[in-house]
C-alpha cells in the first residue's frame, strides 16, 4: 500500500471517530465539555497566580537576603540614648561617647589651663573662711568638679528653681554668672536669721523668693566674689562687680549657647544643711589671662619661674648698648636743610665747656663735660644716672648681680 493511501485511511478513520463521539454524547456532551473547559481556564488563571506569587518571593529573597519573614527591629530609648551619647549621670563627668562626644570635640578641655585648677583650690579656702565668718557657723566649701560645656546647655540644665548673679570682671571686659541652688538659698536664709542648728531649713516651693530673701543671698553673693578676686590676684588683678540678680535663665544670657565656658561646681555644708552654688565663666572671659592660665604652678611666688628670672637678669646685665654723647641740636626747615653744601659751616649753640647730655636708644641717661684723653675725645661725667638706678631695683636685678 501506497503512503499516500495509509494519509487517506487515517484521515477518514478520525472523521469517523468525531462523528461517533458527536453522535453518541449529544447536547450533555456539549454541555460537559464547555463547562470543562472553564474549569480548565479557572485552574490555569490559579496556577498563573501561583507562580507569580512564589517568583515574587523568590526576587524579595535575592534583593535582601535573610529578611525575608522577619520584622524590623526598633531601638529602644536606653539604646538610643547609648547611640548619641546622652546619658542620666552625665554630672558624673565621664567620657563622653556617640555623637555627643563628636559635638563636643571642639570643646577646650580646662586641663589645658593648668592655672585655673590652682586659683579655684585657691577660692575654696577662702571661701571656707570668709562663709564661717558670715554664717557665724562651720561652713566647710568643698569642689566638686570643673568641667567645659557649652553655655546653652548649662542654662537648660539648671534646676529651677534658682538664684542667678550675673558679675562683671571689670578688667577683662566681660562677664561670669554664679548660680545659687534652692537648697543652699533657704540653708542660708535660716542661718542667718537664726534657725536652729539640727534642723532642716523649712522650704517653700511654688513662689517667688521674697525680697528678704534675695537680700541675703546677694549679701552672700558678693562675699564669694570678693574671695574670687583676691583667688585671681596672684595670677591677674581683677575686680568682680556684681550686676543683677535673676531667677529667669533667659534673663542670665551673657553669652551665645554655642559658646564653650568652665563649670566650677562648689559644695557648702554647714551641718545638717548647705547646697552648692557654680560659677559659670565663658572662656571668652578669660581670654584676657589665657597666657597666664598655661603657665605651671612654681611654687610659692604662683606661676614666677626664679630660675629663669636669674638667667634673665645675667643676660640683661650682659647686653651691648649703644652710648650716645649729644652735644646741640638744631631744629631747621626742610629748604634749608636742601640748600647744603659741601664745605658749607653749620654754627652750634655750644662753647668747648657746654654741657654735653648722654643718651642712650634716645633715652636721656646723664650729662657730661667734653674733653681729651690723650689722642682720644671723651665725656666725664658730672652728674648720676637718671632713674635708671630706682628702676633696676625694683626689678631686683642690682641684688642678683651683687
Known amino acids: 500500500m501506497a503512503p499516500e493511501d495509509d494519509d487517506l485511511d487515517q484521515d477518514e478513520m478520525a472523521a469517523a471517530w468525531e462523528a461517533e463521539a458527536a453522535g453518541d454524547g449529544g447536547d450533555d456532551g456539549a454541555e460537559g465539555g464547555a463547562e470543562g473547559g472553564d474549569g480548565d481556564d479557572g485552574d490555569a488563571d490559579a496556577m498563573a497566580a501561583d507562580w507569580e506569587a512564589s517568583l515574587s518571593e523568590d526576587e524579595e529573597e535575592e534583593a535582601m537576603p535573610g529578611m525575608s519573614g522577619a520584622a524590623e527591629r526598633v531601638l529602644n530609648q536606653d539604646e538610643i540614648d547609648s547611640l548619641l551619647g546622652f546619658e542620666m549621670d552625665d554630672d558624673a563627668g565621664g567620657d563622653k561617647t556617640g555623637i555627643r562626644a563628636i559635638i563636643n570635640s571642639a570643646l577646650v578641655s580646662y586641663e589645658r589651663l593648668p592655672m585655673l585648677e590652682i586659683v579655684f583650690d585657691r577660692l575654696v579656702r577662702l571661701m571656707t573662711t570668709s562663709l564661717r565668718n558670715f554664717t557665724s557657723d562651720n561652713v566647710e566649701v568643698?569642689?566638686?568638679?570643673?568641667?567645659?560645656?557649652?553655655?546653652?546647655?548649662?542654662?537648660?540644665?539648671?534646676?529651677?528653681?534658682?538664684?542667678?548673679?550675673?558679675?562683671?570682671?571689670?578688667?577683662?571686659?566681660?562677664?561670669?554668672?554664679?548660680?545659687?541652688?534652692?537648697?543652699?538659698?533657704?540653708?542660708?536664709?535660716?542661718?542667718?536669721?537664726?534657725?536652729?542648728?539640727?534642723?532642716?531649713?523649712?522650704?517653700?516651693?511654688?513662689?517667688?523668693?521674697?525680697?528678704?530673701?534675695l537680700n541675703l543671698v546677694q549679701r552672700m553673693v558678693e562675699v564669694v566674689l570678693q574671695d574670687a578676686c583676691a583667688a585671681f590676684e596672684p595670677l591677674s588683678p581683677v575686680n568682680f562687680e556684681l550686676d543683677r540678680l535673676e531667677t529667669n535663665p533667659r534673663f542670665a544670657a551673657i553669652a551665645r549657647p554655642a559658646n564653650a565656658a568652665i563649670l566650677v561646681k562648689l559644695r557648702i555644708d554647714m551641718e545638717d544643711r548647705g547646697g552648692r552654688i557654680e560659677l559659670m565663666l565663658p572662656y571668652a572671659t578669660l581670654e584676657p589671662i589665657r597666657e597666664l592660665l598655661l603657665q605651671m604652678f612654681m611654687g610659692e611666688k604662683f606661676g614666677r619661674d626664679s630660675i629663669w628670672e636669674g638667667h634673665l637678669a645675667t643676660e640683661l646685665w650682659s647686653t651691648e648698648v649703644e652710648l650716645d654723647a649729644l652735644l646741640d641740636e638744631q631744629v631747621m626747615s626742610l629748604r634749608d636743610v636742601m640748600k647744603f653744601e659741601v664745605g658749607q659751616t653749620l654754627m652750634l649753640n655750644c662753647t668747648g665747656n657746654s654741657t654735653v647730655q648722654l643718651r642712650s636708644g634716645g633715652v636721656p641717661i646723664t650729662t657730661g663735660r667734653m674733653g681729651r684723653v690723650g689722642n682720644y675725645m671723651g665725656v666725664l661725667v658730672d652728674k648720676p644716672l637718671k632713674q635708671t638706678a630706682s628702676r633696676v631695683e625694683a626689678m631686683g636685678l642690682r641684688g642678683d648681680r651683687d
Not at 536664709?189 to 521674697?210: C, F, K, W
Open 142 to 213: 568643698s569642689l566638686d568638679n570643673i568641667t567645659s560645656i557649652r553655655f546653652g546647655d548649662y542654662l537648660n540644665s539648671i534646676p529651677l528653681p534658682a538664684i542667678l548673679a550675673v558679675f562683671r570682671a571689670r578688667e577683662w571686659d566681660n562677664f561670669g554668672l554664679f548660680t545659687v541652688d534652692s537648697n543652699l538659698i533657704y540653708s542660708i536664709v535660716d542661718v542667718l536669721l537664726g534657725g536652729r542648728r539640727g534642723t532642716a531649713a523649712m522650704r517653700i516651693e511654688g513662689r517667688p523668693y521674697t525680697t528678704i530673701e
